[in-house]
């Protein structure tokens, strides 16, 4: 073979070599573009799917402040008839203290008139009529006794006093009821548990002194931040079934305390208990013990979503027909996640 062929032979399979490599850059550059067509494609329907997604998000969250107002609401509604009769018995008593103002105001203005008339006439030394005097003058004596000014002047001082503690009253439940009930909570706050749960109370006297005496045994403890209007519901559950939960009349025992860099704070009464096979679904949504229509399901809940919001966690422990106690155990330096 000669040289030229050989270099001929050669150029050929050099030829063939490039063509081959070049057939396979451009099926692999099909490749590539193909798979990054792939890829774009994906990452829009992933980018699609993340904006699906946070709709979502944002759809479940409305829902979860919609079934927490839900449950305030229902629980405002349950207070509706109590707060109704406790707003009821201060507007009373104003009305009838200032009944009552009324009557005595008329008798001293009688008193005053017959007073000025009196002093006019003493005014009048050189005209004076000895009889006409002495009838004013008893008149005068006689229209004082009458109004019995040594009983009315500190009845009149009460009766004021009563219609401004009345109206104080009425204020303090509007108000009480109107921070319950708002959905956002403001900004967390330092706030004094005992305290809380003292105002609460009062929110749910209505309820609870036909049902239960309270047991107060509150400890010291320091202010935590926290959302003061999240857990007010979550003691304001936790009054209302522990009321449910007693026949008759029963005890419900408030407690609190500190332990270590924890406080607690208990509601415990001597009700009808939880059975064994209920106490571990306690907490689930849209689960109760309660009859039906008595109960929503979701005041537990609610209330362990709220305590685990501030860092802490919400237990319980009971047995059937010994009564329950909740403990709400807070950890005091936490600062309250939004």
């Known amino acids: 073979m000669s040289t030229i062929q050989a270099l001929n032979n050669k150029l050929q399979r050099e030829t063939a070599a490039r063509h081959s490599a070049e057939q396979?850059?451009?099926?692999?550059?099909?490749?590539?573009?193909?798979?990054?067509?792939?890829?774009?494609?994906?990452?829009?329907?992933?980018?699609?799917?993340?904006?699906?997604?946070?709709?979502?998000?944002?759809?479940?969250?409305?829902?979860?402040?919609?079934?927490?107002?839900?449950?305030?609401?229902?629980?405002?509604?349950?207070?509706?008839?109590?707060?109704?009769?406790?707003?009821?018995?201060?507007?009373?008593?104003?009305?009838?203290?200032?009944?009552?103002?009324?009557?005595?105001?008329?008798?001293?203005?009688?008193?005053?008139?017959?007073?000025?008339?009196?002093?006019?006439?003493?005014?009048?030394?050189?005209?004076?009529?000895?009889?006409?005097?002495?009838?004013?003058?008893?008149?005068?004596?006689?229209?004082?006794?009458?109004?019995?000014?040594?009983?009315?002047?500190?009845?009149?001082?009460?009766?004021?006093?009563?219609?401004?503690?009345?109206?104080?009253?009425?204020?303090?439940?509007?108000?009480?009821?109107?921070?319950?009930?708002?959905?956002?909570?403001?900004?967390?706050?330092?706030?004094?548990?005992?305290?809380?749960?003292?105002?609460?109370?009062?929110?749910?006297?209505?309820?609870?002194?036909?049902?239960?005496?309270i047991d107060w045994q509150l400890g010291e403890i320091p202010k935590i931040l926290c959302h003061a209007g999240k857990l007010g519901q979550v003691f304001l559950n936790l009054l209302l079934n522990a009321v449910q939960a007693i026949e008759g009349r029963g005890v419900i025992r408030l407690s609190s305390g500190q332990a270590g860099d924890w406080l607690w704070v208990e509601i415990a009464d001597n009700g009808c208990g939880i059975s064994a096979d209920k106490l571990a679904n306690i907490f689930d949504p849209f689960f109760t013990t309660k009859d039906i229509g008595k109960g929503t399901g979701l005041g537990l809940h609610v209330a362990k979503a709220a305590v685990e919001m501030h860092g802490g966690e919400l237990a319980v422990t009971s047995a059937e027909g010994s009564g329950a106690a909740f403990k709400v155990v807070l950890p005091i330096a936490e600062v309250t996640r939004q």
């Open 24 to 213: 396979l850059l451009e099926n692999k550059s099909r490749e590539l573009y193909r798979s990054n067509q792939a890829l774009l494609s994906r990452n829009q329907k992933i980018a699609e799917q993340s904006a699906h997604l946070q709709l979502k998000v944002h759809e479940l969250e409305q829902t979860r402040q919609q079934l927490v107002q839900s449950e305030k609401m229902a629980v405002i509604g349950q207070l509706t008839a109590g707060v109704a009769h406790e707003i009821n018995n201060p507007v009373a008593f104003v009305g009838s203290n200032l009944d009552t103002l009324r009557d005595y105001l008329a008798g001293l203005r009688d008193l005053i008139r017959q007073q000025q008339l009196c002093l006019s006439q003493f005014n009048i030394e050189d005209s004076m009529d000895c009889l006409k005097t002495n009838t004013l003058l008893e008149d005068l004596r006689g229209l004082s006794q009458s109004a019995d000014l040594d009983y009315l002047l500190p009845d009149i001082e009460l009766l004021i006093n009563e219609s401004i503690e009345g109206t104080r009253r009425i204020g303090q439940i509007v108000a009480d009821l109107s921070d319950f009930s708002y959905l956002n909570a403001p900004q967390a706050s330092a706030e004094d548990l005992n305290i809380l749960l003292q105002q609460t109370v009062k929110i749910a006297s209505s309820e609870l002194k036909y049902k239960a005496d």
